[in-house]
């Protein structure tokens, strides 16, 4: 089966007076249709850009697809897309959802408006069909009262309902790859739960893919089929959502696994951390990017560069714990065995 | 309960915002509770709920409109000595959601630290800000450079470093940790665990991260709407939620295991937080709540004892 999507090698820098900083550094994945892709990670692990990159929203000059990066959308390479391709892309093949609801909608115009617009490029449809289809999405995204609430300003709306607007906005021209950029984050949890299941409703109904990026590693159990775990730039570990959080096998990932803290555990009780802070992409470290806060760093984790190791199907992740040798010197299952504790 | 005398007491606060023509915005409605010295008591609910308000008028950033806050016996409002209300001030201290926006980007980190300190006249000097900047996990040298040079979880220890200069005995914490990544969420709540310890310190925890909370807390108190709806220890809050916001906040926390989240039930919360604005009577969650009977929406329920220390204000659950 060929894939929705497919990212081969992509590579993004930002050029700033510090330097290249080099916030993407080699990311291949897939995603195929129908299903839910969950990207976790740190803030400036490169997640974002990442998807920014699928949008073909990384500004230059400061930013630069690196040249051997692929990404096809359907088999076709969209990063050798013109201007004009990239426009007919976006919004009807891929809708992206941002992060903060309260700052990407425009507060000078209405809602109506702004759900429009995607309607009005991307389908050949009169003002008055637009306007059906406008207040047929706010019912989608259960918005209540639709003909009135489409002649509002963002500011009118609570968290939640612009939330559900931005919803409204991707989908629009029904796109077959949504991504959603923390869609979550900036919300209660009880919003949390209602938009959520408004997601995966949409993804029922329409069968899109979604590439769910966040750091919320229970949203991610709620959605994700598969997930990828990124660190500095690089995808450390990637499997089924099953594989991720009940064998995870890059010590980056049960570090994060741990650092939640479990409604079971005593209060008080020391959370697993984990210590230090992210290397500094401007000069990424020589080997692994995680040594300098792993527990089981070792010294060629320092030299050089872990690659993939195939845990399953489906399963890969990069680190050196997984060397022949390093399985014979150290006891892999016994480390494991001591942090699931 | 406890039979030491509470550090805090807060009894009937009510805090309402006049909004001209708008009316009257009550975003704290008769909240009473009391925290014991050495302890934490966690605040949460929805945003708009009041939590924050809530603190900001315990520690007296607030003119409370009615009721009564008691600091170690006293009230705060009927402190008139000057000499007690400095006193007061270097008692209480705060820690901001926000570490981007709560350092002042123009002062090094030794000022920003020293500031409390040269105005409650707390001797030490350069040493007890290192000394500071030591206990919270930040290196010595530190104290010459900007906040702009710093990571979200290091600006937030120098947030706490500058709460504990003046030595306080209690500290409201206002989303401490909303703002940081996980990993970093832990090391800052670890942080405040192990300085509560060491120092006695006495916090309120305000946050809408509910397994953050359960974690920090030995008390929490739930709000809706300005009111605190339920109130009890942390332990059997979370094994025994009585009141139905409670137990839809707690079923909407998403936990990290495939299996269990994808298969567990969402109790639905539909709907979101009403207006606080001029409401009227009656149980604020009666719109949400599906369980709602005529009384609900005739008289505010209050805080009733269903167990030992276990508070609830329901009156579905009065009559069951």
Not at chain 2, 201 to 206: G, V
Request: charged content about 25%; hydrophobic content about 35%; glycine content about 8%.
């Amino acid at each position: 089966m060929s894939h929705l999507l497919e990212v081969n090698n992509l590579k993004v820098s930002f050029h700033t007076y510090a330097g290249e900083v080099q916030a993407v550094r080699g990311v291949t994945f897939y995603v195929n249709e129908g299903e839910t892709l969950a990207i976790v990670g740190e803030s400036g692990c490169g997640k974002t850009v990442t998807s920014k990159a699928i949008m073909g929203l990384v500004a230059s000059p400061q930013g630069e697809v690196k040249k051997d990066s692929e990404i096809k959308f359907k088999g076709i390479n969209i990063l050798k897309y013109t201007n004009k391709q990239w426009q007919d892309y976006r919004g009807k093949d891929a809708g992206m959802i941002f992060q903060d609801p309260m700052t990407s909608l425009n507060p000078t115009m209405k809602i109506g408006n702004q759900i429009r617009e995607g309607i009005i490029k991307h389908q050949k449809v009169s003002k008055k069909e637009a306007q059906e289809r406008t207040i047929e999405l706010l019912k989608k995204v259960n918005i209540p009262n639709p003909i009135e609430r489409i002649q509002q300003y963002p500011h009118e709306f609570s968290g939640g309902m612009r939330q559900r607007v931005m919803i409204a906005i991707a989908l629009a021209c029904n796109p077959q790859l949504m991504i959603a950029d923390e869609p979550t984050t900036a919300l209660d949890v009880t919003i949390q739960a209602q938009i959520i299941k408004l997601l995966k409703e949409i993804q029922r109904v329409n069968h899109s893919a979604i590439i769910m990026i966040t750091h919320d590693l229970g949203v991610v159990a709620g959605m994700a089929d598969r997930v990828a775990v990124m660190y500095a730039g690089k995808i450390v570990e990637e499997g089924s959502a099953e594989e991720i959080f009940e064998n995870p096998q890059h010590p980056y990932t049960y570090a994060l696994l741990n650092a939640v803290p479990n409604l079971e555990l005593e209060n008080k009780a020391e959370l697993h951390v984990i210590p230090g802070t992210p290397p500094d992409l401007v000069a990424p470290p020589k080997g692994c990017g995680f040594a300098s806060r792993c527990e089981y760093c070792m010294e060629v984790c320092n030299r050089y560069e872990p690659q993939y190791t195939q845990i399953s199907k489906s399963h890969r992740t990069m680190c050196w714990l997984h060397d022949e040798i390093a399985k014979e010197v150290y006891g892999f299952d016994n480390v494991r065995s001591v942090i699931k504790k | 309960m406890n039979s030491r005398e509470p550090l805090v007491k807060v009894e009937h606060l009510k805090k309402y915002f006049n909004m001209r023509k708008k009316g009257v915005l009550k975003a704290v409605d008769d909240v009473s509770f009391e925290i014991y010295p050495g302890e934490t008591v966690g605040l949460v609910g929805e945003s708009g709920c009041g939590k924050t308000t809530c603190g900001r008028t315990i520690l007296g950033l607030y003119p409370a409109t009615e009721g009564k806050i008691e600091f170690q016996g006293k009230d705060i409002s009927q402190l008139k000595d000057k000499k007690e209300i400095i006193e007061f001030k270097k008692n209480v201290q705060m820690i901001f959601q926000d570490p981007y926006a709560s350092l002042n980007p123009r002062m090094t980190v030794g000022d920003i630290i020293a500031e409390g300190m040269i105005n409650h006249h707390v001797p030490g000097g350069n040493d007890r800000i290192q000394e500071l900047l030591a206990m919270v996990g930040l290196n010595k040298e530190y104290t010459n450079r900007f906040p702009h040079e710093f990571s979200g979880g290091q600006r937030q220890r120098i947030g706490i470093a500058r709460a504990l200069a003046v030595d306080p005995k209690f500290i409201v914490c206002d989303e401490p940790i909303s703002a940081l990544d996980v990993s970093i969420q832990a090391q800052v709540v670890n942080l405040l665990v192990r300085l509560q310890e060491q120092l006695g310190l006495t916090y309120l925890f305000i946050a809408h991260d509910l397994s953050m909370v359960k974690h920090i807390s030995d008390h929490v108190g739930v709000m809706y709407m300005g009111q605190l709806v339920e109130f009890s220890s942390s332990n059997e809050l979370y094994k025994h939620p009585a009141h139905f916001y409670t137990k839809a906040l707690l079923s909407a926390i998403p936990i990290p295991d495939p299996k269990l989240e994808k298969t567990k039930t969402v109790l639905p919360l539909e709907g979101e937080v009403g207006s606080p604005i001029n409401c009227g009577p009656g149980c604020r969650f009666m719109s949400r709540c599906k369980y709602a009977t005529e009384q609900c929406g005739i008289a505010t329920p209050e805080l009733k004892e269903i167990g030992k220390g276990h508070f609830v204000a329901c009156h579905v659950l009065e009559n069951a």
